[in-house]
């Protein structure tokens, strides 16, 4: 079919529903169809998926989706199948699969019916597969969360950086790159690894101009602030982040003794309370969970409505995601980080049993995190620059929203400020 006579947004209605396309879809859409290798970099929640499911879907061929999480992927194909009268239109295929199961998604794919077609990259590299896809019809390959191909990036799986390889075995096909990773570093290494430095690149932008950054400096009365701050918000939901379990069960417990409804979540508990803790959070049966970085994935809670880092996070990245997770309906968010020199020796010290190369990546990304605690210009500048988006605060959504913006304070000051 020729790209130029299909109706995308017909399709994007029958497939899903929607009347229009969200952000950079459609261009990066009318790139894949021109069968040009796309990278595309938007934040969570941006409608990536989209991206590479609706030309799966009208396109010949079937596309392979490389995904690193098995149950992101069986989610994906749920939502696939539940808009087709046709089960075979999306398919997994993994080790857990039965020979029989194989074989059915073999049959399915060879006769044209299903369009994508989700495989971990571990399965991918298994030459049986790959012998397979070599003798089909593939309209492109969508590598989603690209990022963990770094060592830059927050979840990097060695396995990604075989993808290089068997794409080539597989011909001539379109390569897509999706990720939420917004630093150039990664970036760079997603194109090199890839071998798609000529890839078309389409990139959203990581503002997120409701949202409030304010850093303060940890003192031992941290507690008390952060009672205060909450008592001042009574009745919203809030998240507050903390470094260790240990850690976490103490602030929930210190809220719940001062009148405050909250409970603690992190991956020491069974799976059943912590089930139960995210329930009560989402049904608004409290107002606070206090958590690790274990609690977030995934969630999508329109009205949180602010973010604290009790502990700061391990890089800005993780900052920037963590963050992201207050004020998504466009309400307020308020993110609020505490900051004491003696917490980064602390995740120095943790990291100093890992390996050297490691070590130094986690040192580098931290030391972004501590120039940011310790700027006196606008967060949200430093934050998008550090993503390599400029920002204009005068002219830019969100220009006055952060600390630094609106109590300016002269540099000595401001590195007085900081508890050491
Ligand atoms: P990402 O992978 O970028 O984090 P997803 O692909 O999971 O984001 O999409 C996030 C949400 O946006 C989903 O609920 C999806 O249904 C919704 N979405 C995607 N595209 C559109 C659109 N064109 N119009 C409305 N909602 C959309
Ligand atoms: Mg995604």
């Not at 194989?102 to 019916?113: A, C, F, H, L, M």
């Not at 602030?251 to 020491?268: E, F, K």
């Not at 977030?296 to 900052?319: A, C, N, T």
């Amino acid at each position: 079919m020729n790209p130029n006579e299909i109706d995308i947004h017909k399709e994007l209605k029958k497939y899903f529903g929607f009347d229009q396309f969200k952000g950079l879809q459609e261009q990066v859409i009318k790139s894949i169809l021109g069968k040009e290798n796309t990278f595309v970099i938007m934040p969570t929640g941006g409608g990536k998926s989209l991206c590479y499911q609706l030309p799966a879907l009208f396109q010949e061929g079937t596309a392979i989706v490389v995904s690193p999480l098995i149950a992101l992927m069986k989610n994906q194909v749920d939502a696939i199948r539940s808009v087709s009268s046709e089960d075979g239109i999306a398919h997994v295929l993994n080790s857990s699969l039965t020979k029989t199961e194989i074989n059915q998604v073999k049959k399915d794919i060879t006769s044209g019916i299903t369009k994508l077609l989700y495989v971990a990259p571990e399965s991918l590299a298994k030459e049986e597969y790959v012998d397979f896809l070599k003798s089909v019809k593939i309209s492109f390959i969508a590598i989603d969360e690209a990022h963990c191909i770094s060592e830059w990036g927050h979840d990097f799986r060695p396995e990604y950086r075989n993808l290089k390889n068997i794409i080539k075995h597989l011909g001539n096909v379109p390569v897509i790159g999706l990720t939420a990773t917004a630093t150039p570093k990664v970036q760079e290494d997603i194109l090199k690894n890839l071998d798609m430095s000529d890839a078309r690149t389409f990139k959203a932008s990581f503002n997120r101009p409701n949202l409030y950054y304010e850093i303060r400096p940890k003192t031992k009365n941290v507690e008390s602030d952060i009672i205060k701050f909450i008592k001042q918000n009574k009745g919203k939901s809030g998240i507050i982040y903390c470094l260790s379990r240990k850690k976490v069960e103490e602030i929930a417990h210190v809220l719940q003794v001062n009148g405050i409804s909250a409970v603690p979540y992190h991956a020491g508990l069974d799976a059943k309370t912590r089930a139960k803790h995210q329930d009560m959070f989402l049904m608004e049966d409290v107002d606070v969970v206090v958590a690790t970085i274990a609690f977030g994935m995934g969630i999508d809670k329109p009205d949180v409505r602010f973010v604290i880092h009790h502990d700061i996070p391990k890089s800005l990245e993780s900052y920037y995601q963590e963050t992201g997770r207050a004020g998504r309906d466009g309400g307020e968010g308020h993110c609020l980080a505490y900051y004491s020199y003696k917490d980064v020796e602390k995740l120095e010290k943790f990291m100093s049993g890992k390996p050297v190369a490691e070590q130094e990546i986690g040192f580098a990304l931290l030391q972004e995190v501590v120039a940011y605690a310790e700027t006196s210009m606008s967060r949200r500048k430093f934050l998008l620059h550090y993503f390599g988006e400029e920002f204009d605060n005068e002219t830019g959504e969100g220009g006055d929203m952060d600390d630094n913006v609106r109590n300016p304070k002269p540099k000595s000051e401001a590195k007085e400020n900081v508890v050491k």
